[in-house]
């Protein structure tokens, strides 16, 4: 196919794929007047050098943004599980908070499992567990320094664990007790005689968060089947510890924290997800912003090697111009921190230009003289 | 250290990096008219570029998988942060 090479790298991948689709059967001069026709029209469509594309988009998420609801969705069938959705969850992203309300995974699991062998057993073995949940009761004697755990028998089966399991997480988790296991209960003596009360009491709600199994961070975890498969949903998230795991598909699964992406799989992937939660969100409210738009958004928060949020602590303190940050936020701040370092302001783009009341570089305001120096 | 179980190259979020040679590096910059400073950035310590044997200064060649161009490509320079 000699005569689509030349256009390889002219035009997207995509629209080849189609010409070449659609040209099937056609002898070799018309394909190549079809690829030139194809070629002019791509090139009309290109956006113009000098667009304001960046505000251009701003319109096009800000319009539809204001009739999306305020509200976090509940998962239908588990009460603890909400899903921040909506403008709460677009601010969120596009801040670059690292802090989500929400956490979230979801869980691509490999060929057996994924067709729903096991996966109750599954999900169980990655929630975390913590003490205070396999434990009835919990009492402190007073007479001995010792605190006792009567534990729940049915829940420990459910979950695997054995007293043995226990007794060496308590350990490990806490100082200073010598752990014998009685006929019920499992017994914390403590080593010194002259602990007072105020300290045992204070060791007992430490030892109710100790970590007994599981994915660390993983507070609840809910089987879906979606399509074909059966993928796990939970609510908290750790990738790292999740991807590391044998029945794990550890090319599909994901989390909804950005800052986590970034730190495992790298700025681009990222990029990626910032544009596919923003997308996700605004589809799921029925509005049809176009997917470019936020692939610009993303591109120029991810534009400095790491995510940055668009706040005056993240794109914005990055612009060269001293106007252009003072005309965003804090104002004052900005200019004299400017004055006290003597800074330079090159005028090179929009906002400064409109204080000054002089032509923005934008559209047709773009273009200007410049004298060739002679050589 | 403990060898990864999983590899980040192969997740479908991580597109594929790779590392343009100096020549390629002249041209890119040649073409576009820019300095490698202009260029967006990637840090040295990216997850996604740790097999590619990077020093600063560097150039990698991302080619992302698009919804809308089904392929592009992106460069971003190495910073050392």
Known sequence: MSIFTEYKNKLPRKILNEVKEYTKGMS??????????????????????GECVGVVSAESIGEPGTQMTLNTFHFAGVAEMNVTMGLPRIIEILDGRSNL?????????????????????????????????????????IAENSIELRM?????????????????SIKSGIKGYNIRSSKEAIVLKSKTKEETINKVYIDKEKIKKIHLSGVKGISQVLPVRRGEEYIIITSGTNLKAILELDYVDST????????????????????????NEVFKVIESQGLDVDIRHI???????????????????????????????ASFETPIRHIIGAALIGEE??????????MLNQPVPVGTGLPDLVTQVKK | ??????????????????????????????????????????????PAISHLNIKEGDVIKIIRKSKTASESIFYRGVINV
């Open chain 1, 252 to 275: 599909r699964t994901t989390t909804n924290d950005i800052f986590e992406i970034q730190k495992i799989l790298g700025v681009e992937a990222a990029r990626q997800s910032i544009i």
């Open chain 1, 152 to 168: 729940n028998n049915e829940k420990m089966k459910e979950l695997g664990l054995t007293e043995n399991n226990i007794i060496s």
């Open chain 1, 345 to 354: 302001d090159k005028l090179t783009s929009v906002v400064e230009n409109v």
């Open chain 1, 101 to 141: 309300k929400t956490p979230m995974m979801e869980i691509y699991l490999k060929a057996p499992y994924s067709q729903g062998k096991d996966i109750r057993k599954i999900a169980l073995s990655i929630k975390e567990t913590l003490l205070n949940e396999v434990v009835s009761e919990f009492m402190i004697n």
């Open chain 2, 1 to 46: 250290m403990v060898k990864k179980k999983y590899n980040i190259q192969e997740h479908g979020l991580v597109p594929e990096h790779l590392k343009l040679s100096e020549k390629e590096v002249k041209d890119l910059l040649e073409r576009y008219h820019i300095s490698l400073k202009e260029l967006p950035k990637i840090s040295k310590k990216d």
């Open chain 1, 295 to 325: 692939m610009l958004v993303a591109d120029t928060m991810c534009n400095s090697g790491e995510v940055k949020g668009i706040t005056r602590y993240g794109v914005v303190s990055q612009k060269s111009s001293v106007l252009a940050r």
């Open chain 1, 28 to 49: 070799e001069a018309k394909i190549k007047k079809v690829l030139a026709a194809t070629m002019e029209e791509y090139e009309n469509t290109k956006v113009e050098p």
